[in-house]
């Protein structure tokens, strides 16, 4: 397990992630660094409003909210705050669906609140995004 994390701006995220190194393309909206627990899983975090959010202080990175690998075998939960790994708790299967359905509203409740012409602009691009070819 690793208790600091180095911030490195990246145009494109690297075929090949090193540990301790958090990437952030701020082009393309995107974190992405190696599992911290060690178990070498990639983790990319989509950083916008109704994701992560990412703040740059003396070139030591934050990304918020916590991060929770609910999907791998590691299960690790923990934050990124000012260049550390804090580690936090794993969720019972309970909080995890709580806390999907949590982001699902949140999210919803963002999108929701745009002018019309911009949901109409987000729905095209999903549109053209799914569409059966």
């Known amino acids: 397990m ?3 994390i ?3 701006h990246v145009q494109f995220m690297p075929n090949e992630l090193e540990p301790e190194i958090l990437y952030v393309s701020k082009e393309y909206g995107v974190a992405g660094h190696l599992c911290p627990c ?4 990639k983790i990319i975090t989509p950083l916008d409003p109704t994701e992560w959010k990412f703040i740059e202080k003396n070139n030591k990175p934050t990304l918020y909210p916590s991060i929770g690998n ?3 075998p590691c299960r690790s939960h923990y934050w990124i705050q000012n260049g ?3 580690w ?3 969720w019972t299967e309970k909080e995890i669906e709580d806390g999907r359905r949590l982001e699902d509203e949140q999210r919803q409740a963002y999108y929701n609140k ?3 012409k911009n949901k109409k602009a987000i729905k095209s691009f999903f549109n053209r995004l799914f569409k059966k070819r």
């Open 2 to 4: 690793i208790s600091k």
């Open 6 to 8: 180095k911030l490195v």
């Open 38 to 41: 060690g178990c070498n899983s």
């Open 70 to 72: 609910w999907q791998l």
């Open 84 to 86: 550390k790994i804090e």
């Open 88 to 90: 936090s708790y794993q």
């Open 114 to 116: 745009l002018p019309k």
